[in-house]
Nanobody
């Protein structure tokens, strides 16, 4: 079974930083693009960032570009998201996500973990 287990969320003040991690198992991590999806209360799922299987290509949503950095360690089957300069509007549940190859940009189609909560508040 595919397992995606996130950690690293928490509560921070605006301008703060967090680092999310996702330990994976049950599939060949190094052969798959991965990403992070988030969902704010009352809103739909949103792709935050994606990274190619070898880490060479990345995508960021306009809302996080320049502040968040996605990375991966294929030797450890682990995905990361560094969150810098956090804003109140970044508050959401963040899910580690394995895109569906047939619906690559559809966040609802991605296989997701349980999520980790990020709260940005003063």
């Amino acid at each position: 079974d595919i397992q995606l287990v996130e950690s690293g969320g928490g509560s921070v003040q605006p301008g703060g930083t967090l680092r999310l991690s996702c330990v994976t198992s049950g599939f060949t991590f190094s052969s798959n693009a991965m990403g992070w999806v988030r969902q704010a209360p009352g809103k739909g799922l949103e792709w935050v960032s994606r990274i190619g299987s070898d880490g060479a290509t990345t995508y960021y949503s306009d809302s996080v570009k320049g502040r968040f950095t996605i990375s991966r360690d294929n030797a450890k089957d682990t995905l990361y998201l560094q969150l810098n300069s956090l804003k109140t509007e970044d508050s959401a549940t963040y899910f580690c996500a394995k895109p569906d190859p047939r619906r690559f940009t559809d966040p609802d189609a991605a296989r997701r973990g349980q999520g980790t909560q990020v709260t940005v508040s003063s």
